[in-house]
């Protein structure tokens, strides 16, 4: 056995190792957190219940927090451009990236978000695949159209506006959690992303982003059914938006912890957190009236309403799967790809990315806010479980929890912040040369 050899298979093992310790350690102390749950032993309940979260202070200081959002989002977008433009000029093109703009910005999935805008769902011909693609984003820029009566510009004022917003949002999220210092941070990280191209172009991440990191948001600040709303709208954009239930779930639970501990017999407390976990569960299936909605369009326009799933499998390859298998696949065709733009393109920053988001998850669980874990770790298996996945880094950068997250491990040490600032410089700086200058980063 060789050294290629040797690493495809210690890959998908170590990757799911460290998932699944993750994983157990973050459903633990999602219920412990939720249901204070004591055990009496003082460092293990300092574990369990730190940090102490903060309660709003940021409203006075909004406007120099979307200032500074907005400086950090206009250097990275004229970094991306600055990238694709040294790109062009490494690569001998006698042309300039602008004029691949319309090009370049509206490959892949793009064009297909584009036709349903401009024709919405039909059942015959190639775009009767694009059933696939949920229908939020589509709609928003045909009503932007009505506006500027062009779907690239519309596409492109619908991202971008998502994406500054998503980065306030994320600040004031952050900073509730975690404090001024992180919040900073995790906005930075946020627009310097490993999919940072995807946020400004005619994708769902920054709508998707936006909808959900606001309904977190919303949810620990007790507004519960703005919360829903907005959950139910990032799962009409994207399936993991349903995820965002498990953000709300958890803040229904510990806003009635008042009326679960109240003094009384055990078995009274049993019951009565029976029945505000049953009530918190039912309110939290409204999130899904989205996909539900997803549901009906599919039956609609295809006399299926899970006509979808069908397409994904026969013509994109994908179905149900799991973590280690789409790590098995990933690092080997990595090594032995069948296309070989594939390998650079897509296998290469998909492994670099999987393993990179599960040690973020892993080095960050004693100091993450328990949901903000919970969601991680779910998200990661439902977005990077299905088979013949090609979009794992796009996928992982709208994971909002990867930022604050990132940014307390970069707060531990220097080492640990030197580490995080050059492995995030690199996916940014290859995911946008990739994708503007090689038009193969998916």
């Known amino acids: ?37 004591y055990t009496g032993n003082r460092r293990f309940d300092n574990f369990l219940f730190g940090p102490i979260f903060k309660i709003d202070e940021n409203k006075k200081h909004i406007g ?38 319309e090009f370049i910005f509206s490959q892949w999935d793009a064009p297909h978000y584009i036709g349903i805008a401009e024709n919405g769902y039909v059942n015959e011909g190639d775009a009767r695949l694009h059933i696939v693609f949920y229908p939020l984003y589509p709609f928003l820029v045909r009503l932007i159209n009505l506006i500027t009566g062009k779907s ?48 400004s172009i005619p994708y769902t991440e920054s ?47 510990r806003s009635r912890l008042g009326y679960i501990r109240r ?16 009530e918190a569960f039912f309110k939290c299936l409204f999130i899904l009236l989205g996909f539900c909605a997803y549901l009906i369009i599919n039956k609609a326009v295809t006399g299926d309403a899970f006509k979808f799933l069908e397409y994904q499998k026969n013509h994109w390859g994908q179905e149900a799967g799991n973590l280690y298998k789409t790590c098995e696949y990933s690092i080997r065709y990595l090594f032995y790809p069948f296309e070989k733009w594939y390998q650079m393109g897509v296998y290469l920053p998909q492994c670099a990315a999987i393993l990179f988001s599960v040690l973020v998850l892993f080095f960050s669980k004693k100091a993450a806010h328990p949901s903000d874990l919970a969601y991680a770790v779910v998200y990661v298996f439902v977005t990077l479980s299905p088979t013949m996945l090609i979009s794992g880094p796009r996928y992982i950068s709208a994971m909002y929890p990867l930022y604050p997250l990132a940014a307390v491990i970069m707060n531990k040490n220097r080492v640990s912040r030197i580490l995080i600032i050059i492995v995030w410089a690199l996916f940014f700086v290859y995911s946008s040369y990739m994708f503007l200058v090689k038009w193969t980063y998916l």
């Not at 506006?161 to 509730?176: E, P, S």
């Not at 959900?212 to 799962?235: H, N, P």
């Not at 003094?263 to 049953?278: C, D, M, P």
Request: proline share 1%; glycine share 6%; charged share 10%.
């Open 263 to 278: 003094i009384g017999e055990e078995n009274t407390r049993l019951k009565r957190a029976f029945i505000v976990s049953g």
């Open 152 to 199: 690239f510009l519309s596409s492109a004022i619908l991202s971008n506006f998502c994406l500054l917003a998503g980065g306030v949002f994320l600040y004031l999220l952050t900073f509730d959690a975690y404090g001024a210092k992180i919040a900073r941070a995790s906005v930075l990280l946020f627009m310097f992303s490993m999919g940072a191209v995807f946020f």
């Open 64 to 101: 120099r927090i979307c200032l500074f959002v907005f400086l950090a989002f206009l250097l990275s977008r004229i970094l991306i451009l600055l990238i694709g433009q040294i790109g062009f000029m490494l690569e001998g093109k006698t042309t300039h990236l602008y004029d691949y703009r």
């Open 207 to 253: 709508l998707f982003f936006l909808l959900t990191v606001s309904c977190v948001y919303f949810a620990r600040k007790r507004r519960f059914y703005l919360a829903i709303l907005l959950g139910a709208l990032s799962s009409l954009t994207r399936l993991p938006g349903a995820i965002t239930a498990v953000c709300v779930f958890f803040e229904m639970i």
């Open 1 to 37: 056995m060789n050294l290629i050899d040797i690493v495809i298979s210690l890959y998908p093992f170590i990757v799911t190792l460290l998932y699944l310790c993750t994983f157990a350690i973050a459903i633990f102390a999602y219920f412990a957190r939720a249901f204070m749950l």
